[in-house]
């Protein structure tokens, strides 16, 4: 939320704007007075990177009477304020657009008692209101994300990751308690980020009568193959078919009871609102509320209060009140027991990502088992530089391959452990915890068929081994490597199988998908760093920080980085770097010290990405700004380095590798099935050649909230091969606003 206050502040402000902080929610519109601020540039330095709002807010009883509404619009209008960003949940919204509904007799009272002037009444007849979501529990309709999910969700999958630890010491289950009344994406996101055993959410309660029994099979089922700890993730709404409460404590006593395990329960409570917040946080925050200022100075009486919200990877507007009634249907058709409407209100990938947690949790599921003549025997192997979520797709695609009932055969070490045949025929437990785990079990490098490995060894390899489908994770040199391969299946007929990329790297620069795995986990280890850079920087004054990131020739990593870390500007290989450049940004900074208190001046950081010049290089450029700072300011450096592809994979790469691994097997299962029936139909032996189009050798992307796969001879027309990276890029629309939100041109 505080990013929210510091985008709006500066962006309405460089759009000719007066802006007001209210101090304490609704209740600071009644109070008036110090409670409705005037905010200044200066005044939002270092929010970021603070957790919960510096502003405040509070319930407010008030608020909901007339008599409340009408100081309040009292306050506003000799204030001159004649617009409302908020940003709350559904209960905020609802009472802000109840209020621009008042809004004319509110004025007209206020005008016939001579509280205000008719002059006044004449200029401020008209309230804008433009509403933001704010809600940890990801509950409002029309979007497919809040503000604050994402945090909260690092919140929860970093205590569950704890608390796993002394469950496996100790062989003990865990019942975990987390928020979502009506809604239980926080549940569900955990349970897949974490593996979990069980999860009971709102939406989809669980079916059965006997529904104890389902999950102490379950669990039962788990422990035999050998697990040590369990974990049952609950959402504080959850509950059975007829609507009865399921508690934490109950499950606690069932799998005590019936189990004999030695069971604690742990409700996370409000420390799941806590910390600094996320990178996904820090950017939509920054976007919707720059759409917020845009939709408030574009609006007329006649338009409907808008939500801003997020679908498809995009910022849009959708009607306030439409999205809070279909936010509460939500909890009309729970309690009406139509559960299968509830689901279809979330957003369009909940119930995919419900599909795959049981898909790849819930052991011997006989439902989804192929029938024998169309399993396969999958190849899963690593290629590029370590990034996190490849142990979490190489996990999902192990358990969902071993209940549809293929065989998943581990490649060690890359294309080049392929071609000395180092495979492992997987099992269920042999992938147990790599959720969580960051880096590649597997082991990876950077060695291409056709280029650094021999082609014909591979080939020879997959025949050997029976390899009827081949799915890789990781990056550029992993795209390169299939489209080797889908080229080689002239010559080699071993290689006429579906072979499948799942994009894994930091730079995110792999064509035919929004994002990579690893990128998200690679911006919150460069957002922690930043954030105890700009606070050293802070604590010394005047000094400005050139920290060098990873990207290669793809500016991904800068331009999101820097706009969650508030960077003063960024240098990326789009764009270059040249002298004149150079001396603009000296100026800016001079010009931004300048107004700078002398006694509070502060800290400033710069993100450099380390290809984007041989001659400007990270020591050069902070040798330049010392230079010209003429005692102003001075410059250190930071190179972050490997640092950057983090320890722990974050919650959003878990969950993005579920999804893809579990799509990723079915596109193998839809390219292999015609041939397998028909060899099975007709009692042939099953062909070497299953599938030879070129559909079938794609990259498995996210766009937007869908998984779409794209064959690599289409996606090397819009490839730049010779910067490694796609043509076009989605997030360059973001690069201006780090520049704008710094105060240049505000203060030039």
Not at 458 to 480: C, P, R, S, T, W
């Amino acid at each position: 939320m505080n990013a929210v206050v510091r985008a709006t502040v500066r962006y309405g402000i460089a759009k000719g704007c007066d802006i007001f902080a209210v101090y304490e929610g609704y209740q600071g519109l009644i109070d008036g007075g110090e409670r409705l601020r005037k905010m200044e540039w200066k005044d939002v330095r270092g929010w970021l990177a603070v957790g919960g709002t510096t502003i405040g807010t509070a319930r407010c009883m008030g608020f909901k009477t007339r008599e409340g509404r009408l100081q309040a619009a009292e306050n506003l209008v000799k204030n001159g304020i004649d617009a409302l960003i908020v940003c709350g949940g559904d209960g905020s919204l609802t009472g802000a657009d109840l209020f621009r509904a008042d809004w004319p007799g509110l004025v007209d009272e206020l005008k016939n008692t001579n509280r205000i002037t008719q002059e006044q009444a004449d200029a401020y007849h008209v309230l804008t209101i433009v509403g933001l979501v704010g809600s940890i529990d990801n509950d409002m309709s029309s979007t497919d994300i809040t503000i604050g999910a994402v945090t909260s969700l690092h919140r929860i999958c970093e205590a569950v990751d704890s608390v796993s630890t002394t469950a496996l010491s100790h062989s003990r289950a865990f019942v975990i308690e987390v928020m979502g009344r009506h809604c239980g994406w926080l549940a569900l996101m955990a349970g897949i980020a974490t593996g979990a055993d069980f999860v009971f959410i709102p939406e989809k309660p669980p079916q059965e009568d006997d529904w104890e029994s389902v999950m102490c099979s379950v669990v039962e089922r788990h422990r035999h193959l050998g697990k040590r700890k369990t974990v049952v993730i609950v959402a504080e709404g959850a509950i059975d078919k007829n609507l009865n409460p399921i508690k934490a404590d109950h499950l606690k006593d069932i799998l005590t009871n019936r189990l004999g395990l030695d069971t604690r329960v742990t409700i996370l409570g409000h420390t799941q609102r806590g910390g600094a917040p996320a990178y996904f946080d820090r950017l939509l925050a920054t976007t919707q509320s720059i759409e917020a200022v845009d939709a408030v100075l574009e609006s007329t009486p006649e338009t409907p209060s808008p939500m801003i919200g997020m679908t498809d990877n995009k910022v849009t507007r959708f009607p306030l009140m439409k999205a809070v009634a279909l936010t509460h249907e939500v909890a009309e058709a729970i309690g009406q027991k139509n559960f299968a409407r509830a689901m279809e209100l979330r957003d369009p990938q909940f119930a995919e990502e419900y599909d795959a947690y049981n898909a790849t949790t819930i052991l011997d599921d006989s439902s989804i088992v192929l029938p024998k003549h169309q399993q396969l025997r999958v190849g899963i192997v690593h290629v590029g530089a370590p990034a996190g979520g490849m142990n979490a797709a190489t996990r999902t695609a192990v358990r969902y391959c071993l209940n549809r009932g293929h065989t998943p055969i581990a490649v060690s070490n890359g294309f080049a452990g392929l071609a000395r045949g180092v495979t492992t025929e997987m099992t269920w437990m042999s992938v147990d915890g790599w959720t969580a785990l960051g880096g590649s079990e597997l082991g990876t490098n950077r060695a291409v068929p056709g280029e650094d490995v021999d082609m014909g060894l591979v080939a020879y390899q997959m025949q050997k081994q029976n390899i009827q489908a081949l799915l890789v994770v990781g990056g550029f040199e992993a795209y390169v490597a299939i489209e080797k391969l889908g080229e080689a299946r002239e010559k080699y007929p071993s290689l006429r199988v579906p072979i499948t990329l799942i994009p894994a790297t930091i730079s995110n620069n792999v064509p035919g998908t929004d994002y990579s795995l690893g990128s998200d986990t690679s911006l919150n280890a460069i957002v922690n760093s930043c954030d105890a850079i700009v606070q050293s920087a802070q604590s010394s004054r005047r000094r400005v920080f050139v920290v060098e990131v990873m990207g290669g020739r793809s500016g991904y990593l800068a331009v999101e980085g820097g706009l969650a870390v508030g960077a003063m500007t960024v240098y990326i290989p789009e764009e270059g770097i040249n002298l004149s450049r150079l001396q603009s940004d000296v100026e800016h900074l001079r010009n931004m010290y300048s107004h700078d208190d002398p006694d509070k001046s502060e800290g400033r950081i710069i993100l450099r990405t380390e290809d984007v010049s041989k001659t400007y290089t990270t020591d050069v450029i902070s040798n330049i700004l010392k230079e010209e700072g003429d005692e102003m300011f001075d410059s250190r450096t930071a190179v972050l380095g490997h640092i950057q592809q983090g320890i722990t994979p974050s919650p959003l790469d878990r969950i993005r590798a579920t999804r893809l691994a579990m799509r990723a097997i079915q596109f193998m299962e839809e390219h292999t099935s015609e041939a397998l029936c028909k060899a099975h139909e007709t009692g042939s032996p099953v062909p070497i050649e299953l599938t030879n189009s070129n559909e079938s050798v794609a990259v498995a992307g996210i766009s937007g909230h869908s998984v779409i796969f794209e064959p690599v001879t289409a996606l090397m027309a819009v490839t730049d091969m010779k910067n490694r990276k796609p043509r076009t890029a989605w997030w360059s629309e973001h690069r201006p606003v780090i520049d704008l939100l710094a105060g240049r041109g505000h203060f030039n």
